[in-house]
């Protein structure tokens, strides 16, 4: 079955960065597209970033600017660099993958999660 798991989150200063992994195995990494999600205290989860199997890019507004979202074919791992951090950002940050197009993706069409990472910027 489908297991993704997210490391790298952490605590930061304002203005730090950070860059988060996601590793992706019982699946043809490929197939897939991949996503970075994040939900707030409080709030829902929402979009921030994902790549398509072919490196196609789609950013929510929360992940345009100050975030790039990247893949590792041969490893099956998923990254998200992180700059500029405000804390606003503060939010445990998912993996998340579907067989759909990644701006499908990020609205919704995920279906498989990983367990998150927590970030933290103060």
């Known amino acids: 079955h489908v297991q993704l798991v997210e490391s790298g989150g952490g605590s930061v200063q304002v203005g730090g960065s950070l860059r988060l992994s996601c590793k992706m195995s019982?699946?043809?990494?490929?197939?897939?597209?991949m996503g970075w999600f994040r939900q707030a205290p409080g709030k829902q989860r929402e979009g921030v970033a994902a790549?398509?199997?072919?490196?196609?890019?789609d950013y929510a507004d929360s992940g345009k600017g100050r975030f790039t979202v990247s893949q590792d074919n041969a490893k099956n791992v998923l990254y998200l660099q992180m700059s500029a951090l405000k804390p606003d950002d503060t939010a445990v940050y998912y993996c998340?993958?579907?067989?759909?197009?990644?701006?499908?993706?990020?609205?919704?069409?995920?279906?498989?999660w990983g367990q998150g990472t927590q970030v933290t910027v103060s």
């Open positions: 019982g699946a043809t990494y490929m197939r897939w597209c």
């Open positions: 790549i398509d199997s072919d490196g196609t890019t």
């Open positions: 998340g993958a579907g067989y759909v197009p990644g701006w499908l993706l990020l609205r919704g069409g995920a279906i498989f």
